[in-house]
């Protein structure tokens, strides 16, 4: 009894140990964090200065994962001490810290914003194409309406132009409707009744394959056939509530719409959409029992559901993300339905223009006769283009010419990395090199007296009394190029005064050099020795 009674009191104090350590940790952890935003060593910040840290990595604040974080916010006064700061981001401390850390999966997202808005005013003065008049209501569009938007895995978001007005999703309600049939009754029951196959012919042609099933969901057949797998023995209203309620937390559980206008519309010029189902019907393609006519009706209000180019960066970064909403972090598809839609999407997505896309662009997309155009980059990022005016095959004029430059300065291309000789941007992360990268970067800014760069480098613990291959610190060459404003701040971080490089130089040699006398009283001051 006495032997149990000492072990237990032995892993009692092992747990605690265990625990004050993780709290230390903790604790360091979130020092780091505020002495990087704290650039004046005085032992506070400001609410703004963390709003506009956060801002800067690309999330937003009204991101439903930094709620508790932004409420803890308001409750305190404009100066914030580093207890205040602790408070205030512990409840989302994972999220903050990978944000200010800039451990996002696109770092310099500033940078890749600044790229993104340069192609958006290279392809904002085409107007080409035409809108689509064959639908009463989208005939009466404004054409020149143009929004562009993006949403990171990691949440990172970013919009330009024509962003929140709101838009019939008319063909990309198909990938969505077929991953939903997939996410219900998976994929052999699925396929029991669609093909996957790129058909080769018009997306609203009178056609099945050789077994007699659509070819492929992306096409109208295909995608009638989905809705009619979809809740099957619910009624017609319930059925409708449930899409919605799933688009809906596809754009991160912000509201989707519905145009009456233009499913009365779509449905008023449904000749070819009634010829194909009653065309599957006659050769037998529909599960036993369906009602063809509630089916076209579901579809036609599928394709009339309303969302913004935002909402839909949101639906294609949830896609991107292997079926998780990166803005919220609900599941809404398993991995294997979106690999399936996402295969489908690259070889079928863009009506009869799929084969080039995916030679050219290299993505996987989806797009509508109104002018939207969803784009995957998997693992990275979802991307929407709308823009009315669309070509003969019923595409984005603006949002084909988008992409092109896209992957023209990005590596983005599925297989862009298989040659080895790309010389485009990848503003991904580079995780097996991360450390070594921060190094030189820190190194780099501090030449360059890029100060809010040091200070996130600060926040991913790089080590401040790092040198190059010469033995040169970030000290020495803050010094040596006079950046009064990064040497104050490492000095305030109680770096080493007095590293010496190869030359055997300190950094107050570098300024009695440069003669720079605030720079030499600042290291004076705080033990600096000229060598």
């Known amino acids: 009894m006495a032997d149990k009674k000492s072990q237990e009191s032995c892993e009692?104090?092992?747990?605690?140990?265990?625990?004050?350590?993780?709290?230390?940790?903790?604790?360091?952890?979130?020092?780091?964090?505020?002495?990087?935003?704290?650039?004046?060593?005085?032992?506070?910040i400001t609410k703004k200065d963390l709003l506009r840290a956060l801002q800067q990595t690309g999330l937003m604040l009204t991101d439903l994962r930094l709620q508790d974080c932004i409420r803890a916010i308001d409750s305190y006064p404009e100066t914030i001490s580093f207890t205040d700061f602790s408070r205030i981001i512990r409840p989302n401390i994972l999220l903050v810290e990978q944000a200010l850390q800039a451990n996002f999966v696109i770092p310099e997202f500033q940078s890749f914003c600044r790229e993104i808005e340069r192609i958006y005013n290279q392809t904002l003065p085409i107007h080409s194409g035409d809108i689509a008049?064959?639908?009463?209501?989208?005939a009466r569009v404004d054409p020149e309406q143009y929004g562009v938007a993006l949403s990171t895995i990691d949440g990172q978001r970013f919009a330009l132009g024509d962003s929140q007005v709101d838009f019939c999703i008319q063909s990309c309600c198909k990938p969505i409707n077929y991953a939903l049939a997939l996410e219900e009754h998976g994929e052999e029951y699925v396929h029991n009744y669609l093909g996957r196959?790129?058909?080769?012919?018009?997306?609203?042609?009178?056609?099945?394959?050789?077994?007699?099933?659509?070819?492929?969901?992306?096409?109208?057949?295909?995608?009638?056939?989905?809705c009619a797998l979809i809740k099957q023995k619910l009624d017609m209203a319930d059925r409708f509530d449930y899409v919605m309620e799933r688009w809906q937390t596809l754009c991160g559980e912000t509201k989707a719409g519905f145009s009456n206008a233009v499913y009365?519309?779509?449905?008023?010029?449904?000749?070819?959409?009634?010829?194909?189902?009653?065309?599957m019907r006659e050769n037998r393609a529909f599960p036993q029992g369906t009602d063809l006519i509630s089916t076209l009706e579901f579809y036609f209000q599928c394709c009339s559901i309303e969302v913004n180019t935002e909402q839909m960066?949101?639906?294609?970064?949830?896609?991107?993300?292997g079926g998780i909403c990166p803005t919220t972090g609900k599941r809404v598809f398993h991995p294997k339905t979106v690999?399936?839609?996402?295969?489908?999407?690259?070889?079928?997505?863009?009506?009869?223009?799929?084969?080039?896309?995916?030679?050219?662009?290299?993505?996987?997309?989806?797009?509508?006769?109104?002018?939207?155009?969803?784009?995957?980059?998997?693992?990275?990022?979802?991307?929407?283009?709308?823009?009315p005016r669309i070509d003969r095959l019923g595409n984005s004029v603006r949002g084909i010419a988008f992409c092109k430059k896209l992957?023209?300065?990005?590596?983005?291309?599925?297989?862009?990395?298989?040659?080895g000789l790309s010389e485009k941007i990848d503003p991904r992360r580079n995780r097996t090199s991360l450390q070594a990268d921060n190094v030189m970067a820190l190194i780099w800014a501090a030449s360059k007296g890029d100060l809010t760069a040091v200070q996130r480098l600060v926040a991913c613990g790089v080590d401040l009394n790092v040198a190059d291959y010469d033995g040169r610190t970030p000290l020495h060459l803050a010094a040596s190029e006079a950046h009064e404003h990064?040497?104050?701040?490492?000095?305030?971080?109680?770096?080493?005064?007095n590293p010496v490089d190869r030359w055997g130089g300190t950094p107050l040699s570098d300024a009695y050099r440069q003669g720079n006398q605030m720079i030499i009283q600042l290291l004076e001051e705080n033990g600096g020795i000229r060598v």
């Open 264 to 279: 009365l519309s779509e449905r008023a010029t449904a000749d070819r959409n009634f010829a194909i189902g009653y065309f």
């Open 407 to 419: 992957v023209e300065t990005f590596s983005f291309h599925n297989y862009e990395s298989l040659s």
């Open 133 to 138: 008049h064959y639908i009463p209501q989208l």
């Open 12 to 44: 009692k104090v092992d747990l605690e140990i265990h625990s004050r350590k993780s709290t230390e940790d903790l604790d360091q952890r979130e020092y780091r964090l505020f002495n990087a935003l704290d650039t004046d060593a005085k032992g506070s």
């Open 197 to 226: 196959e790129p058909s080769g012919r018009g997306f609203n042609e009178l056609t099945l394959n050789h077994e007699g099933k659509p070819h492929n969901p992306m096409i109208n057949a295909g995608a009638i056939m989905c």
């Open 486 to 497: 990064v040497v104050r701040y490492l000095l305030k971080q109680s770096v080493n005064v």
């Open 339 to 387: 690999q399936h839609c996402l295969s489908l999407m690259y070889s079928c997505g863009m009506y009869d223009f799929s084969g080039e896309f995916a030679f050219t662009i290299g993505l996987p997309a989806k797009s509508g006769v109104s002018g939207v155009l969803m784009v995957v980059v998997p693992n990275v990022l979802g991307l929407c283009i709308w823009s």
């Open 313 to 321: 960066s949101i639906v294609a970064a949830t896609l991107a993300n």
